[in-house]
């Protein structure tokens, strides 16, 4: 499916949403973060509603969900570990 510039938008931030939340249910924090705000960001531009979807509803539903991962994410530093990881250590 072939779309003009306008239209185009509209699907990449379709697609960034959907992969954020797959990226959520996933695990990857980081990851679903920021497609989730490229996403939103690119869709913003279509509100309220585009092609009979509800974009307000969606974008309304997605930012208490980039606001929680914010809150995740800077609260738990995914280098915490990283002193933790063993060395291993060869015998003399």
């Keep these: 499916m072939e779309s003009d510039g306008e239209e185009r938008l509209f ?3 379709m697609v ?9 249910i996933s695990g990857n924090f980081r ?4 497609q989730l705000k490229k996403g939103t960001k690119k869709l913003r531009s279509y509100l309220p509603s585009h ?3 509800d974009l307000e509803n969606l974008v309304n539903i997605i930012e208490p969900i980039i606001q929680e991962l914010n809150d995740f ?7 915490m570990f990283r002193n933790k990881i063993p060395k ?3 015998n003399d």
């Design 73 to 79: 994410i800077s609260e738990h530093d995914p280098q």
């Design 88 to 90: 291993i250590k060869l």
């Design 51 to 53: 092609r009979d979807i």
């Design 16 to 24: 960034q949403v959907s992969v954020g939340c797959y990226y959520l």
């Design 11 to 13: 699907f990449q931030g």
């Design 31 to 34: 990851g679903s973060l920021s």
